[in-house]
C-alpha cells in the first residue's frame, strides 16, 4: 500500500521560483524537477535534498547539484506539508551567502504578511 506523500510543493511564491528556473540549462532544470518530485514522494527527504537552516526561523533550503553545479532553493513548510519555494541562486562559494538568507526571511516576512 502506498502511503500518501509526506510534503506537497504547491506554491511558487511571486515569480522568484520561476524567473531563476527559467534561466537555467535544460539538465539543471530536470535535476531541480526530480528533487522536487522526489521531495514529494518518499517521507523521510534526505539532508542531502532538503536541509533545515540553522538560526534561520524555520527557513530550509533545497539542494540540487547537477555535475559540479550547486544550486539552493530557499522554502518554508506552511500548514504543516505544504512546501512554498522562495528564492533560488547558484552557489559559488562554500557557505550560503548570508545576503540571500536575509533574501529568504523577507520573502518569507512578505509571504505571511499576505497571508494574513
Do not use: H
Amino acid at each position: 500500500m502506498n502511503e500518501p506523500p509526506k510534503y506537497r510543493i504547491v506554491a511558487f511564491y511571486k515569480n522568484y521560483f520561476d524567473d531563476f528556473f527559467a534561466l537555467q540549462r535544460q539538465k539543471v532544470k530536470d535535476k531541480i524537477l526530480w528533487t522536487l518530485k522526489l521531495i514529494e514522494e518518499i517521507q523521510q527527504v534526505p539532508e542531502t535534498y532538503l536541509k533545515s537552516l540553522e538560526n534561520a526561523d524555520g527557513l530550509f533550503e533545497i539542494r540540487i547539484k547537477q555535475g559540479s553545479d550547486i544550486f539552493r532553493i530557499f522554502c518554508i513548510f506552511d500548514e504543516g506539508n505544504l512546501v512554498v519555494l522562495f528564492n533560488c541562486f547558484q552557489k559559488k562559494t562554500q557557505k550560503t551567502p548570508k545576503s540571500e538568507i536575509e533574501k529568504a526571511l523577507k520573502i518569507k516576512e512578505e509571504y505571511y504578511a499576505e497571508k494574513r
